[in-house]
């Protein structure tokens, strides 16, 4: 079974900073794809970053990065110069291949971005 | 990108009644579609698989009569909560995608239901 965990409930970082949020993933399938999503309190799930598990290097998207290290089963996500528009909760997610491709989702981490 | 329209996005409605939430691919086919629950500072939770033709996949101690899936086409998914108690309002979100499996899936803007 696949289990997606973040440690971090929530994470404090000064504007124009950098942070990082962790996550850590368990899976016996060879081939899966790892997601970070951003959910602001709306409600509205925002797609930010992609890794594929075999993928060579780690993604980058924008202010958005994606440190995959596949030995420890880590995808930590990496925001840069953080702005007062990126509060909001943050989750991991994993989708498995050779399954019905449902999407696991780790708790969340809420970031707080402080002026 | 591939939009997903989810709706309505917010309902309230009286305990015993039933609420029927619609998802819809708008630029793609979605074989497949998932519905998520989230209570409040929580995670999503898959509830279940909407399969278009066939079955709903329920996840273990989802009550299938309870949450009602129906995917009678390869754009629209709709949940039927039937018969609804105060413990059901939610936040209730859908998900498609394309069938690769290295694309985003895309969600729909989520249903906040109260029961009263």
């Known amino acids: 079974a696949q289990k997606i965990t973040q440690t971090q409930p929530g994470m404090f970082v000064q504007e124009k900073e950098a942070v990082t949020l962790d996550c850590t993933y368990d899976t016996s399938d060879p081939s899966y794809g790892l997601f970070w999503y951003k959910q602001p309190s709306s409600g509205e799930m925002i797609f930010l970053i992609y890794?594929?598990?075999?993928?060579?290097q780690n993604a980058t998207e924008g202010r958005y990065s994606l440190n995959f290290q596949k030995a420890r089963k880590s995808a930590n996500l990496v925001i840069s110069a953080s702005q007062l528009g990126d509060s909001a909760m943050y989750f991991c997610a994993m989708r498995e291949g050779g399954r019905n491709n449902d999407m696991r989702f780790g708790a969340g981490t809420r970031l707080t971005v402080k002026p | 990108g591939a939009v997903v329209s989810q709706h309505p996005s917010r309902v309230i409605c009286k305990s015993g009644t039933s609420v029927k939430i619609e998802c819809r691919s708008l630029?793609?086919?979605?074989?497949?579609m998932f519905w998520y629950r989230q209570f409040p500072k929580q995670s999503l939770m898959l509830m279940a698989t909407s399969n278009e033709g066939s079955k709903a996949t329920y996840e273990q101690g989802v009550e299938k009569d309870k949450f009602l899936i129906n995917h009678a086409s390869l754009t629209l998914s709709t949940l039927t909560v039937t018969s609804a108690h105060p413990e059901d309002s939610s936040f209730y979100i859908c998900s498609a995608r394309p069938a690769l499996l290295n694309t985003e899936a895309f969600f729909g803007q989520g249903t906040r239901l109260t029961v009263v």
């Open positions: 630029d793609f086919q979605a074989t497949t």
């Open positions: 890794q594929g598990s075999y993928d060579q």
